[in-house]
């Protein structure tokens, strides 16, 4: 990609390979007159997951279970329309799918601390419970057969 901002990197030092991207442009959806309809601005960029060696196997295994819904036969799509040039889209796609793969190679949240209420809080629910109550009750009439 001549002219592109460099590698666009997933986490750490591993960046998407350019030689594994493969590029898709075709005309964009909308209204926009000459020049929609007659430059193609729309890319898709597509990055097959399934067979890449670029990323660490951990990593792989992690992408592949987390993106199953989005993958097509081990292939991850982004599509990125929004621009009118077709330079402009290409980064967007491409920061798209870095964003993409950085957040399914992340590793899983540490397990969860369970926390205990702290016992003034409880107390003081109850004593507001208990106020509450009182209040209610002070505005009823006294008799009430």
Request: hydrophobic residues 30%; positive net charge.
């Given at each position: 990609?001549?002219g592109?901002?460099?590698?666009?990197?997933?986490?750490?030092?591993?960046?998407?390979?350019e030689?594994?991207?493969v590029?898709?442009?075709?005309?964009?959806?909308?209204?926009?007159?000459?020049?929609?309809?007659?430059?193609?601005?729309?890319?898709?960029?597509?990055?097959?997951?399934?067979?890449?060696?670029?990323?660490?196997?951990?990593?792989?295994?992690?992408?592949?279970?987390r993106l199953?819904?989005?993958l097509t036969?081990?292939?991850?799509?982004?599509?990125?329309?929004?621009?009118?040039?077709?330079?402009?889209?290409?980064?967007?796609a491409?920061?798209?799918?870095?964003a993409?793969?950085?957040?399914?190679?992340?590793?899983?949240p540490?397990?969860?601390?369970?926390?205990?209420?702290?016992?003034g809080?409880?107390?003081?629910r109850?004593?507001?419970?208990?106020?509450?109550?009182?209040?209610?009750?002070?505005?009823?009439?006294?008799d009430?057969?």
């Amino acid at each position: 990609m001549d002219g592109m901002s460099g590698p666009h990197l997933i986490r750490g030092s591993v960046s998407l390979p350019e030689a594994e991207l493969v590029w898709r442009f075709t005309r964009s959806s909308g209204p926009g007159g000459q020049h929609v309809n007659t430059t193609d601005t729309a890319v898709e960029l597509r990055f097959d997951l399934a067979k890449t060696e670029s990323l660490p196997e951990v990593w792989k295994r992690r992408a592949l279970e987390r993106l199953s819904g989005r993958l097509t036969d081990g292939v991850v799509t982004v599509r990125a329309s929004e621009h009118r040039s077709q330079w402009r889209n290409r980064e967007a796609a491409a920061v798209r799918l870095a964003a993409l793969l950085a957040e399914a190679t992340a590793p899983p949240p540490g397990p969860r601390r369970p926390t205990r209420i702290p016992r003034g809080i409880n107390e003081r629910r109850l004593r507001e419970k208990k106020q509450r109550s009182q209040t209610k009750r002070g505005r009823s009439p006294k008799d009430w057969d």
